[in-house]
């Protein structure tokens, strides 16, 4: 360094400045920092807007479906009146005539009188005299005593008493509701007899037809979701576990190998229809599976699912450090021990949670389902097991779907809770792959 | 140079020879990393591989447990026969000859399982142990010779990845041993271990010399004079010079190896 000189006399001297002051361009770079940073709080506070916006419409419009109105009534049928009405010509009429007659007796003695028919009173709480009847029949021993119904009122009595429908909004000529129901619903009210209650049906019951629109139900097509998932996850965990392994770790690395990798990606990438529609052309139409079956729409998930599982696969066992396989292979530990013995355990965090987010993702899938059948009117819980594969069902999204498309404004209704359901089952699974992650992590 | 060091190793002239290597080449792909090296390696004899970055010490070492193999561009020529065997011939299993030449890595790298299982992994793929208390005796002796029996004794169910560095590098010794191979490689052992972790596994290295053909990397000079008593001194792929450790050292006979250990190139 000796020979190197530094001619201090003709270098200028830069300009001392104070480093309590701040220069022009020390003034730019900050004020660029201080922009970028108004960029990132402004980027995420429109996100955060749209999901609060989101979870409150979802939460508003959907949380009603599972509030149902009930008309609580304390009824007394004495053996005499049981034995008439069955030996009647029309049983159930006989029965709702009493009831409608009682009823009518109740409000007066409440102080509420009004002028009904009992077409009005089918109309508002559903066929009345059926569910007496098939109570009495049971339950003989308590005839001439009090007995607590609790009648489940229409949809649109709900609605009405919710205040999203009003008295205006009644179209002439509905067989459903006259407008003198209004009144009697206000009497009822009046009364005291109405009263809310969570609507269970809506969980467990099934779907219904537009003469009963409350009593819908999604509990069938979360069962069809259900099997769809075994199916899923019995099928796609194995394959892509095994396709991920042998490619990560045993396949020489050639043009053909590189071929299958290229192609794993783009399948993740293809359109979920496209799926649908290769499930309905090779499953329903060339192998000849039962149409609208929670199997076949488990086999086109599979299909969807296995790039997802198969790419994070990849990635967690890459993820595995190589020196875990040296060492393994060091002391004389064959490739295949060294996987499965010291790479896969590791890995696992990964390919579970990259599992459970595949599953999510076929659970709220609905473009395949629609073109194998899934969206049919499915009005039962399948009889067995078993059958749940291969009976016909629908699954959650395509029974929102379903509903959306349905003119009745109570559906709607259910629409918005069937996406609370949904999104419950995929926050759960999440959070279970979250929990797998952190309990099953482990350093190296 | 450690002179003190030097005037205590001696060299066995009758020991036999247990790696004999002739005319080995390897190439990575395009690359030729290694030309035309042969060497004889003795046993029960620490051999020190000493030379600049790239030089293919390295790579050599892992031609002698077929480690290469699992590099898919590698490609080794030439013959290295372990008590006249050709590990690479055709019928050879990599997996066989691994059991019985073990390695240790540059990079501490324990499998994340406990201390007891680290050491327990190998007996337990080759069946060396008919039962648990064999398995018991294996591991407490793999340790001892491992020298870090005492320090763990009490905490075998603790995870081996949560030793610090020089107890991490003994306990895969200690692994490495635990499947009796008959021959140790060792890359750069001490190249992360701090001078008193360093200093525990030389004086290791040395105990092991009595059971153990070693084979050591390494880039530390002085190392290599205090540890071993043959040294092959490795440049740009050639084995430049092979000899008893003291003579390379003192008395290289090629230009290279003197401008290497004086310190002129590398």
């Known amino acids: 360094m000796a020979d190197v000189s530094i001619d201090t006399a003709s270098a200028p001297r830069p300009k001392r400045t104070s480093l309590t002051e701040e220069d022009a361009r020390t003034r730019k770079r900050n004020a660029a920092e201080k922009r970028f940073q108004y960029y990132g709080i402004a980027a995420i506070a429109t996100g955060l807007f749209f999901l609060v916006t989101l979870v409150w419409a979802i939460l508003s419009n959907g949380l009603p479906a599972f509030q149902q109105a009930i008309v609580e009534v304390e009824y007394t049928l004495t053996q005499e009146d049981y034995d008439k009405a069955e030996s009647a010509l029309l049983k159930t009429g006989v029965y709702t005539d009493h009831f409608v007659a009682f009823l009518h007796q109740e409000m007066n003695d409440r102080g509420v009188e009004l002028d009904f028919d009992k077409a009005a009173v089918e109309r508002l709480l559903g066929k009345v005299g059926g569910d007496i009847r098939a109570f009495y029949r049971e339950n003989e021993n308590l005839l001439g005593q009090p007995v607590t119904f609790e009648l489940a009122a229409a949809s649109r009595v709900d609605r009405y008493l919710k205040g999203t429908f009003e008295r205006d909004d009644l179209q002439e000529g509905n067989r459903f509701f006259m407008p003198g129901d209004f009144d009697l619903i206000d009497a009822m009210a009046d009364a005291g007899l109405v009263t809310q209650a969570f609507n269970w049906n809506f969980i467990t019951g099934v779907d219904t037809g537009v003469d009963n629109p409350g009593g819908a139900g999604i509990g069938a097509s979360v069962l069809g979701s259900f099997f769809m998932m075994i199916v899923v996850l019995l099928l796609a965990l194995p394959i892509g576990v095994a396709a991920s392994i042998y490619l990560e770790e045993f396949a020489p690395k050639n043009r053909f190998t590189d071929f299958i990798e290229v192609n794993i990606s783009n399948l993740a990438a293809v359109p979920s229809i496209v799926f649908g529609i290769l499930g309905l052309a090779v499953f329903i139409q060339f192998a000849h599976l039962p149409q609208s079956a929670p199997l076949v729409g488990g086999l086109v998930l599979t299909l969807m699912t296995l790039p997802t599982i198969i790419i994070s696969t990849r990635a967690s066992l890459k993820a595995v450090p190589p020196s875990i396989r040296d060492a393994a292979l060091g002391v004389g530990a064959s490739k295949m021990q060294a996987v499965f013995h010291h790479v896969l355990p590791l890995a696992m965090p990964g390919i579970l949670t990259g599992t459970i987010i595949g599953l999510a993702q076929a659970l709220g899938e609905t473009a395949p389902l629609l073109l194998i059948g899934m969206v049919g009117f499915v009005a039962r819980y399948p009889d067995t097991f078993l059958e749940g594969f291969v009976e016909p069902n629908s699954a959650m999204p395509a029974q929102i779907y379903n509903w959306a498309a349905r003119s009745d404004a109570v559906f709607t209704e259910k629409a918005w809770g069937g996406i609370i359901i949904l999104l419950l089952f995929l926050v759960t699974m999440n959070i279970i792959a979250i929990i797998l992650r952190r309990r099953f992590e482990r350093r190296w | ?266």
């Open chain 2, 1 to 266: 140079m450690d002179d003190a060091g030097l005037a205590t190793q001696t060299v066995d002239v009758t020991t036999e020879k247990k790696i004999k290597a002739t005319n080995v080449q390897v190439f990575y792909g395009a690359t030729h990393a290694i030309k035309d090296v042969s060497v004889d390696i003795d046993d029960k004899t620490v051999t020190a591989f000493i030379g600049p970055s790239g030089c293919g010490k390295s790579t050599f070492l892992r031609c002698l447990n077929r480690m290469n193999d699992t590099i898919d561009v590698a490609r080794v020529e030439g013959e290295i026969l372990l008590d006249e065997e050709n590990i690479y011939d055709k019928k050879v299993d990599p997996v066989q000859l691994r059991a019985k030449v073990g390695m240790v890595f540059q990079k501490p790298n324990p499998f994340p399982k406990s201390i007891y299982d680290n050491v327990a992994y190998g007996p337990r793929i080759h069946g060396l142990a008919a039962n648990k208390a064999e398995l018991d005796d294996i591991v407490e002796k793999s340790l001892r010779r491992g020298a870090i029996w005492d320090e763990v004794k009490d905490r075998l169910d603790a995870p081996g990845t949560g030793l610090s560095g020089g107890q991490q590098q003994r306990l895969c010794i200690a692994r490495a041993v635990a499947t009796e191979p008959e021959v140790l490689l060792m890359d750069e052992p001490c190249s992360a271990l701090d001078p008193i972790a360093t200093a525990q596994v030389e004086e290791l290295i040395d105990e092991l010399r009595t059971n153990y053909s070693v084979v050591i990397v390494t880039h530390s000079m002085q190392q290599a004079a205090r540890v071993s008593q043959k040294t092959a001194f490795f440049h740009l792929g050639h084995l430049v010079e092979y000899g008893e450790t003291g003579q390379i050292f003192t008395n290289p006979v090629d230009s290279r190896t003197e401008s290497y250990i004086t310190g002129r190139i590398g």
